[in-house]
């Protein structure tokens, strides 16, 4: 009986490790369903991005060395020329911690962080 009990725990080992598999397989497939419904986003974004450049371009015949330039003082707005807007840390106004730009509020301090009003907010959090 103590052997076939061994046998029986080892056999629920390994049902325990492949279900830990199957969960691991149906993660990483749902991971990369995820990276390819953010990729068709980007591109999209990418192409509408394009699309206005060239209304803009051609109504107000501003250059792409002119967008360049914007581009760069924009990214250059956090101090660092990363392409990013912003930087994903900031110091609350209240305690003076590392924080989230992602968060609304201080993990310290709880303070509000005030919304600064532009259309781009929500987007580039």
């Known amino acids: 009986m103590a052997f076939s009990g061994l046998i029986k725990g080892r056999t629920d080992w390994r049902d325990k490790s492949e279900i830990q598999g199957e969960l691991g397989q149906?993660?990483?497939e749902n991971l990369a369903d995820r990276v390819s419904e953010l990729e068709e986003r980007v591109d999209h974004l990418s192409l509408l991005s394009m699309a206005l450049w060239q209304l803009v371009s051609?109504?107000?015949g501003?250059?792409?060395?002119?967008l360049i330039k914007r581009v760069s003082a924009l990214d250059l707005r956090d101090g660092k020329m990363d392409g990013r807007v912003l930087g994903s840390v900031i110091e609350c106004p209240e305690c003076h911690r590392p924080?989230?730009?992602r968060h609304r509020r201080c993990l310290y301090c709880e303070h509000e962080m005030s919304v600064e009003g532009s259309a781009f907010d929500e987007v580039v959090r």
Not at 62 to 66: D, I, K, L, P
């Open 58 to 60: 051609e109504s107000t």
């Open 99 to 101: 924080l989230s730009r």
């Open 62 to 66: 501003w250059s792409e060395e002119e």
């Open 26 to 28: 149906r993660r990483t």
